[in-house]
């Protein structure tokens, strides 16, 4: 098995509004990672956890707050979003973080800010 | 750094047509390669992938041959059908670096026609 779920499959949200994002996974995978992909754009990487502990963050706003309460599960809190921030958010997971791990994508979350 | 190129679309072809998207990268390192398939609408799907040279990977009769003397990775497939129309990746994970970072190619869109 190698699905990876995602909840909310879409979301709309006011710029005032505080939301969560939910990823989870039961592979056994010890790294997940957020991506964010805009509309004929390859994703690009937002975060990454490391044994629950966040291992990289690429300069994402501070609007975007990561969290990974276990090992199987991600989530994504957004407050004060732009309407520039209305994307595709994938999840991803992989074995762990030695380089060269295969990465296993989630159907994503649509999300508009108004 | 590390790069992926992959040709341009959208490309269009008729059903049964063979097809050939090119892939070329730039390593530091011993990458894995990897092709990724994103049907509208929807996240990204892990199609095929090649951890070392001269590997072949396959799958739904697609294949992919990680070729280090050309440093590519095309994508193949004999006979195309309308449900294979999406947008391909090419991406790269590079382990000498123990990167945790896929490097994505620009993607290119397909369009089947019947």
């Known amino acids: 098995d190698t699905e990876v779920t995602q909840t909310p499959k879409h979301l709309v949200m006011g710029m005032t509004n505080k939301k969560s994002l939910k990823c989870e996974q039961h592979?056994?995978?010890?790294?997940m990672y957020w991506y964010k992909q805009k509309a004929k754009k390859p994703p690009e990487l937002m975060f990454v956890?490391?044994?629950?502990?966040?291992?990289i963050n690429e300069s994402v706003p501070s609007r975007f707050s990561p969290e990974c309460p276990n090992s199987s599960l991600l989530n994504l809190h957004l407050h004060a979003l732009q309407p520039e921030d209305s994307a595709l958010y994938l999840c991803?997971?992989?074995?762990?973080?030695?380089?060269?791990?295969?990465?296993?994508f989630g159907p994503g979350t649509r999300l508009l800010v108004l | 750094g590390d790069s992926v190129t992959q040709m341009e679309g959208p490309v269009t072809l008729s059903e049964e047509a063979f097809l050939t998207i090119n892939c070329t990268y730039t390593?530091?390192?011993?990458?894995?390669l990897f092709w990724y398939v994103q049907y509208p609408g929807e996240g990204l799907q892990l199609l095929l992938k090649?951890?070392?040279?001269?590997d072949k990977g396959s799958n739904k009769g697609f294949e992919a041959t990680y070729r280090k003397e050309t440093t590519s990775f095309h994508l193949e497939k004999g006979s195309v059908q309308v449900s294979d129309s999406a947008v391909y990746f090419c991406?790269?994970?590079?382990?000498?670096?123990?990167?945790?970072?896929?490097?994505f190619g620009k993607g290119t869109r397909l369009h089947i026609l019947p």
């Open positions: 991803a997971s992989s074995q762990d973080l030695l380089g060269a791990e295969t990465q296993y």
């Open positions: 592979m056994g995978h010890r790294a």
């Open positions: 956890y490391s044994y629950e502990k966040l291992s």
């Open positions: 390593a530091t390192g011993y990458p894995s």
């Open positions: 090649a951890t070392k040279a001269d």
């Open positions: 991406a790269l994970s590079d382990r000498v670096n123990r990167d945790d970072k896929i490097i």
